[in-house]
Every structure is written in structure tokens, then in C-alpha cells.
């Protein structure tokens, strides 16, 4: 078997370390300048590999966040791509890409390369609140409280440590026309965000995500066992007092007062 490398890339190639594992032959080798993120003086992505990359689970999520902190991870992950989270409660989520540069980093310093979602539906429902009102919105809900602590505590200490808060836009509820700004690490989706326009919600939460702009992806919700269910969205029901927005088993858009229990597809960004 002959490798050639051409002459012209050779000063891109400082070692290569030639070994065998089970009749294969390896090289592994430093790119100083060849365009491949690093970490710890190795490439982060096995070369070659067909990109955009859709199974993400060969990499660790600290180096899912250095390649978007490169300003690579458009052209290194499709949308959809996913990985999973071995979580403390022993649940196995599994995660997916459903943009980039898509939401405002708390901070102020710009927007946060990579926003995710659960692929299936967390395994617990939850109600938005003990009572049937939506005043405070999701930035009062008990359910944002929960999931930024309860949930969030749950997750592995790898994803824990390069979840980015974000600002999610969301109605302040009890028919408010005003927007609250919630600094948030995990997240529910808002109607508009997910559906691309306002149904029982009231305008101004954000836009649209690219994941689910693109034709045939459902709206619906499955479940850990393959079941529809249906998902609570952060938005309040825009007309009334009592309500959350959520998505029904047919991938429609509804509300429902805030004391029902309905699945969780939560988000969040790094």
C-alpha cells in the first residue's frame, strides 16, 4: 500500500504516528495549518469523513463547542445532527441541531453558534404551573424554575459545563402585549419559533428556527417509546388568562390551561 502526500502540504503535516490495531493500519498525524479545529494538539474531527457531519456521538461535547466557537460549525454539522446525553437520572436523551447563530448569548457578546433540542420527549411530563394561570409568562412559570435547576442538574457534567445562557423572548401572559427577556440555559420552544408564526400566541417571541423551516419535518412529538405526545410550548395562550401554548399529537398548534401535564422538549444553546 503506498500513501502519497503532496508536496505542497507537507508543511501542514508536523508528526505522524504510524501504528496497528486489529490488522489496521492508523496514522495520526498534526495539522498545523490545515483548517481542522484542534484540541490538545489533535484534530477534533477523524479525517477523512463525509460533512456535513449528521451522528455527532464520536465526539465529546467539549469539542462540539470548540468547533462552533471556531466559527465551523455550519459547515461541520448538518441541521438535525445529533447526539446523546447519558443523563444523572440514568435517561438517555438524545439531542439535535436546530441552528446556528440563531439566539442572543446573555452576555451580550453575540449569538451562540449552536441552538439543540430533544429528539424524543423527556421522559417525565410536567405541568407549567400548580394552578390554571399563565401571569408572568414562562419568565414566572414553574417550569422554567425547574428546568433551569431541577433538569439542568440532571444532564451530564460534560453538557452542563458548555450550555451558554440565552435571552428568550416571551409574553409576559394574562393577554400582556408586553415581551419579557428571560435569561434562560434550558428552554422551550415558542409557537413562533417552532411554527414559524403567531396561532394562540401573542407576536414578538422570537423566530423561527431553521430546523423546522425545512419541508416534511414534523411538528409533533414522540416519546421515548416511539408514541405521539403532546408538547408544551413557552408561549401563553395569548387570548386568555389560564393557558399555555402546546403542540397536539397531530402536530397542531393549541393551548391548554397551565395545570395539565404535557411532555418536554427542551433546548438550549452553546
Keep these: 500500500m503506498k500513501i502519497s502526500i503532496r508536496e505542497k502540504d507537507i508543511g501542514m503535516i508536523k508528526d505522524i504516528d504510524v501504528s496497528c490495531k486489529d490488522g489496521v493500519i492508523v496514522l495520526n498525524f498534526d495539522c498545523a495549518n490545515g483548517g481542522v479545529p484542534m484540541v490538545n494538539s489533535r484534530p477534533i474531527i477523524p479525517v477523512p469523513m463525509a460533512y456535513p457531519l449528521k451522528d455527532l456521538n464520536h465526539l465529546t461535547w467539549s469539542e462540539i463547542e470548540a468547533i462552533g466557537a471556531a466559527g465551523k460549525a455550519r459547515e461541520t454539522f448538518a441541521l438535525g445532527a445529533t447526539k446523546k446525553d447519558h443523563m444523572k437520572n440514568g435517561y438517555d436523551a438524545e439531542w439535535k441541531i436546530i441552528g446556528f447563530d440563531h439566539d442572543d448569548l446573555a452576555d451580550g457578546s453575540g449569538k451562540a453558534p449552536i441552538s439543540w433540542d430533544m429528539v424524543r420527549a423527556y421522559k ?7 394552578e390554571a394561570t399563565n401571569a408572568g409568562g414562562w419568565d414566572q412559570c414553574k417550569a422554567r424554575k425547574r428546568m433551569d ?3 439542568l442538574s440532571l444532564c451530564s457534567d460534560e453538557l452542563q459545563a458548555i450550555v451558554k445562557p440565552v435571552i428568550k423572548l416571551t409574553s409576559a401572559g394574562s393577554c400582556s402585549k408586553d415581551i419579557v427577556k428571560s435569561i434562560c440555559k434550558l428552554w422551550l420552544k415558542s409557537e413562533k419559533e417552532l411554527f414559524g408564526r403567531c396561532v ?3 407576536p414578538g417571541e422570537g423566530h423561527w428556527y431553521e430546523y423546522y423551516r425545512q419541508e416534511d419535518v414534523p411538528y409533533f ?4 417509546n416511539g408514541d405521539r405526545v403532546c408538547q408544551w410550548l413557552r408561549s401563553a395562550s395569548y387570548n386568555g388568562y389560564n393557558g399555555f401554548c402546546r403542540v397536539g399529537t397531530d402536530g397542531s398548534a393549541t393551548a391548554s390551561d397551565a395545570y395539565w401535564s404535557c411532555a418536554l422538549l427542551p433546548g438550549f444553546s452553546c
Design 124 to 130: 417525565d411530563e410536567w405541568a407549567m404551573n400548580d
Design 149 to 151: 435547576g431541577e433538569l
Design 200 to 202: 394562540y400566541s401573542a
Design 221 to 224: 412529538a414522540l416519546d421515548e
